[in-house]
């Protein structure tokens, strides 16, 4: 089955602490992001990433880092610099190119650092 | 500065009416404009995407239209059911020369009712 996969599902953490997110695809997209979504909040764009070891800062990424060692994985950090890090966390991956694509999501992980 | 805009207020329709969701947006040039569907706790699942120089697309039940000079789309679900009941997603790709970058709206849920 292709597809995207998050993992774990729920993540608890006590602050102060430096949490790793996992984002795997096999869907051979080049393109992968990861958002934030906030209760009754749109997406929010923390990296995106258009090919393997490189990324941009999307528009919320103090507090977060990533890596794009492999086309398949692009993990997340959530550092104990992010000052809200509660919240769900999406992942996604698309084509990649002048055109534009339709992104494919995973399940989301929903963190809660107390 | 930049905005995009859905309804706020969830939308309550009775099944088999049609359901009429609305996207604004300001200050933005969009290339493309993508509808996602999301339910609770799970990721954006793709709907449609229409370009700027089409006024409107079609897919079963669904349709979409684009109008950039008001600077709006309208997203259709014909014949509505209670398994359309969701949050629906609208974004833009700007197409900033950066890749695949959406900028989402924050949703309107949608409950369809027996």
């Known amino acids: 089955d292709g597809g995207i996969t998050q993992s774990p599902k729920y993540l608890f953490r006590k602050e102060g602490q430096n949490v790793t997110l996992s984002c795997e695809q096999n869907?051979?997209?080049?393109?992968m992001y990861w958002y934030r979504q906030d209760p009754g909040q749109g997406l929010r764009l923390i990296y995106y990433?258009?090919?393997?070891?490189?990324?941009q800062k999307g528009d919320i990424a103090e507090g977060y880092s990533v890596s794009r060692e492999k086309k398949e994985s692009f993990p997340l950090t959530v550092t104990s610099a992010q000052k809200n890090p509660t919240a769900f966390y999406l992942c996604?991956?698309?084509?990649?190119?002048?055109?534009?694509?339709?992104?494919?999501f995973g399940p989301g992980t929903r963190l809660t650092v107390t | 500065s930049q905005k995009i805009e859905q309804n706020s207020e969830a939308l309550n329709i009775q099944e088999g009416k049609t359901a009429t969701l609305t996207c604004n947006y300001t200050?933005?040039?969009?290339?493309?404009l993508q509808w996602y569907r999301q339910d609770p706790g799970r990721g954006p699942v793709f709907l449609l995407l229409?370009?700027?120089?089409?006024k409107e697309k079609r897919k079963e039940r669904l349709k979409v239209t684009f109008d950039t000079t008001l600077k709006q789309s309208l997203f259709h679900i014909t014949a509505s059911q209670p398994a359309d009941s969701a949050t629906y997603l609208c974004?833009?790709?700007?197409?900033?020369?950066?890749?695949?970058?959406?900028?989402f709206g924050t949703g309107t849920q949608l409950k369809v009712e027996l």
């Open positions: 990433s258009q090919i393997v070891n490189d990324f």
């Open positions: 974004a833009l790709d700007i197409l900033t020369g950066g890749g695949n970058k959406l900028t």
């Open positions: 200050n933005y040039s969009p290339a493309y």
């Open positions: 229409i370009r700027e120089n089409e």
């Open positions: 869907l051979n997209h080049d393109a």
């Open positions: 996604a991956s698309s084509g990649s190119g002048l055109a534009t694509y339709e992104q494919y």
